[in-house]
């Protein structure tokens, strides 16, 4: 895994709000982008976005996370620069930035960048004069999954503040994980993170979390049990001794349900691996919000980009109902 070390050396930094880490935004934001999110909902479409062009750079696979940004930028009536880094130029060294400079060149507001590597978003954000919204870099953050998910949870069990999130599996080389640690510490809830010691964080000195490897001592405190895809492609399997053995201790099964809290919320960001992090059944029990989180994955980036590119817009339009 290679990090891009940030060159804040263009004159022309960005002086745009950006998503790139959830540490930019404050316990007012988010309030704000939760309030969007649960509008558009209702509404589905709005002209928001209508005069701006959105560049959607994506140099890793992705499902949910391009066709809700797609979707998202569609319902704000805004124009999409679709590049997809396996049939671009990327192939034949051209740069990132270059990359961003050649679509700037040809008109775009604001980019959402995937990437393998850690700190693509924030590199970018810093060297180019528009919003940068990170679909997930590397291992670092993934913060619109976060914030969705913070959605969807508080759809499901009212306000996170107090209640306990306990997080399984690889919290170490998940991106979600780390912005939805961020985001829930933030908001005031409690944080159980629960793995194979050698997926867990290094450093374990941290108030409002607790961590073990015993998945069953600590399941009956959760309100909401998330679990993670092991991260395969981030060597992540060579960390414990065998994928049998990880389903044995740290998967989710749907005996589990004796332990856990009758009104528990189970989550997971997806892509899953059914019988594996999670049972199947426990994919499609009446306690799952899963299918949900995808659901609401558009609403959620709808209120990103329109927080990002159209902030006053935005909230003349919650508070007055008017797009301009
Ligand atoms: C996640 C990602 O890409 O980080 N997926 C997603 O965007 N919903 C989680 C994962 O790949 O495990």
Redesign the pocket.
Known sequence: MHSIQSQNSNPNTNNQQSLVSISQLSPSDVTLLLRAANKFSEIKTTALLNDKTIAHLFF?N????KVSFDAAANRLGAKIISFSASQSSTKKGESLLDTAKTILAVGCDAFVI?HSNSGSAEFLSQNVAVPVIN??DGIHE?PT?ALLDLMTIEQKCGSISGKTVMIIG?IVN???AHSNIKLLKMMGAKIILCAPNSLLPQTKTDSQILFTTNLNEHLPKADVVMT??I?MERDSATLFPSLSEYVQFWGLKTEHLKLMKKNVVLCH???MNRDVEISSELVDHPSSIIFKQKHN?VWMRMAVLSFLCAKEKLISFLDNGVTS
């Open positions: 890793e992705s499902t949910r996370t995937r679909a997930g993934h999954q690889d998940s991106r979600v993670l895809r991260q960001p997806g892509p994955g």
